[in-house]
């Protein structure tokens, strides 16, 4: 057992999956900073600030995952070369344009909540209620924000 009772094998587990869902996060974060600054066009308004919103969403999220990583006992990665080797999202550079920018957002979702129903399942597992709440909250609140998108693209 850990520190917090949990199984010791399962908990390196959940970290290492974390690590690499942590990842996902900081890249798709820089991504949404970049389309944050470099949408233009008629819908620039609008989806700047949907960008600044969602990205200081995914800040707090970043958060919340590493200190996850560290409560199960693992070390969360904390380096740029760490992210790109391990992320599931291409980093994207020089998009401006609002359904491109609009569709890389929904690719990272997907990619995202794949993996977060995947840490569902293991936590799960592990009894792991920490993590597993964790995951289940973020699914919920991305879901509501696909089909937001998703309708955004569809107009």
Do not use: C
Request: proline share 1%.
């Amino acid at each position: 057992m850990n520190a917090i009772g949990l199984d010791k094998k399962k908990s390196k587990k959940l970290s290492e999956k974390l690590n690499f869902l942590l990842a996902d996060y900081m890249v798709f974060y820089q991504n949404t900073r970049g389309l944050h600054w470099n949408i233009k066009g008629e819908k620039f308004f609008e989806l700047h600030l949907k960008f600044e919103e969602l990205y200081n969403d995914l800040i707090i999220k970043i958060d919340e995952i590493a200190e996850r990583i560290l409560t199960l006992g693992g070390i969360p990665t904390h380096t740029f070369e760490d992210y790109l080797k391990d992320t599931a999202i291409k980093s994207a550079k020089n998009v401006t344009e609002a359904i491109p920018s609009v569709e890389l957002i929904l690719d990272s979702f997907e990619k995202i909540l794949i993996k977060q129903r995947e840490l569902l399942s293991l936590s799960a597992d592990a009894d792991d209620e920490g993590t597993n709440a964790l995951m289940s909250d973020y699914i919920r609140e991305q879901e509501k924000l696909v089909w937001m998108y998703s309708a955004y693209i569809q107009s």
